[in-house]
């Protein structure tokens, strides 16, 4: 029971003196900023008092391995030394401003700017780091730098194993074109034609509105009609008919001769 009472004590103390502590860090944070933007001053005191009680909690409750231990632990003492000197920079320059101490030197307000422009700066890369240095995120990068490794490797063999390969292939695939060739040559052996596109000329009639050439006797004949020839249209039609003796029982060889002979049509018109 006691031992609770104690750090229920500890707990209290701290808080209260944390809270003097931010008070005069956020008072002098305050004579850094413009008077139309004192509300920064809120944010920079988290680098200060809310930065020690964030990474104390980290340090205890969040932080995995090795890497992000130290960088908590490295922070709490970061930050606690930076609100230690920045509410006694403050009380010096209150102090110095009632006449009970000398007043801060420009050099010195130089000082303390620029310190806690570092303090803040380091809490914003330790929490980079902190990520970075997650155990999780640290296997996931691990995994992929062997993959990429993996990756890299087939991509050098692949490129090795193409020489040996399309010397391998080159000679198939030649034979192969030169047998597809050959034979679509040949099919064309004893037809007396060329595998090759027809591009015989065919006679096209003349366009519309160009003259034709004057041809004389093209005219002569027209009047003549010497140069006019008949041809037959009528297809060449032969017609067969035979008579078997089922068919017609009792006729004579003959018969059947001069009727298979007659069957024989040719018109011409």
Do not use: C
Not at 54 to 83: E, K
Request: charged share 15%.
């Amino acid at each position: 029971m006691f031992k609770n009472i104690g750090v229920l004590l500890v707990t209290i103390l701290g808080g209260a003196l944390l809270v003097y502590s931010a008070t005069r860090s956020l008072d002098f944070i305050s004579l850094t900023l413009p008077a139309d933007r004192q509300v920064l001053a809120y944010f920079g005191l988290a680098a200060l008092d809310g930065g020690l009680v964030a990474w104390l909690l980290s340090y205890l409750y969040g932080s995995r391995g090795g890497w992000q231990r130290a960088i908590s632990i490295l922070m709490v003492m970061m930050d606690a030394l930076g609100a230690v000197t920045m509410f006694t920079l403050d009380t010096l320059y209150n102090t110095g401003k009632a006449g009970m101490t000398n007043a801060l030197t420009p050099e010195e307000m130089l000082i303390a700017v620029l310190g806690l422009s570092g303090i803040i700066a380091l809490n914003i890369i330790a929490t980079v780091a902190h990520h970075i240095t997650d155990p999780d995120m640290l296997r996931e990068q691990a995994e992929e730098e062997a993959f990429a490794k993996v990756e890299d490797a087939t991509l050098k063999q692949i490129s090795r194993n193409a020489d040996s390969l399309a010397a391998q292939l080159a000679p198939i695939m030649a034979a192969d074109w030169q047998t597809q060739t050959q034979a679509k040559y040949l099919s064309y052996v004893g037809t007396g034609k060329l595998p090759v596109l027809d591009v015989t000329a065919q006679d096209v009639s003349p366009a519309q509105g160009q003259a034709r050439p004057f041809d004389l006797a093209a005219i002569w004949s027209g009047l003549t009609g010497s140069g006019r020839t008949f041809q037959s249209v009528t297809p060449h039609v032969e017609l067969k008919t035979e008579t078997t003796q089922a068919e017609a029982p009792g006729l004579g060889a003959d018969f059947r001769k001069q009727t298979k002979d007659s069957a024989a049509l040719h018109l011409d018109v």
